[in-house]
Nanobody
Framework: QVQLVESGGGLVQTGASMRLSCAASGLIFNYYNMAWFHQAPGKEREFMAAAGRSGNSTYYVDSAKGRFTISRDNAKNMVYLQMNSLKPEDTAVYYC????WGWGNLLKVPERYEYWGQGTQVTVSS
């Protein structure tokens, strides 16, 4: 049974930093691209960042470039999202996702991912 479990969310002030973690189990971790999405209330789930199977390649949505960094540790089956200079508009539920295929713009499509975590809430106060 595949499980993706996110942790590290919470309430922070504008400008703070936060690191999200996602622990994966039940899958061959280095077969999968790993990604982070977020979903704000009343909005669709939106792609933030992805790391390729080896971790050497990464891909970001424009709004995350320069502030967010995705990384993965294949020895530990973990993927991380370091978020700096947080803004109130970053407030959302953040989801970890695993997908076998695709790169570039295909990474932005939620339907390309086979497995999802339950999400962790990030709230940034102004």
């Amino acid at each position: 049974q595949v499980q993706l479990v996110e942790s590290g969310g919470g309430l922070v002030q504008t400008g703070a930093s936060m690191r999200l973690s996602c622990a994966a189990s039940g899958l061959i971790f280095n077969y999968y691209n790993m990604a982070w999405f977020h979903q704000a209330p009343g909005k669709e789930r939106e792609f933030m960042a992805a790391a390729g199977r080896s971790g050497n390649s990464t891909y970001y949505v424009d709004s995350a470039k320069g502030r967010f960094t995705i990384s993965r540790d294949n020895a530990k089956n973990m993927v991380y999202l370091q978020m700096n200079s947080l803004k109130p508009e970053d407030t959302a539920v953040y989801y970890c996702a695993a997908g076998r295929w695709g790169w570039g713009n295909l990474l932005k499509v939620p339907e390309r991912y086979e497995y999802w975590g339950q999400g962790t809430q990030v709230t940034v106060s102004s």
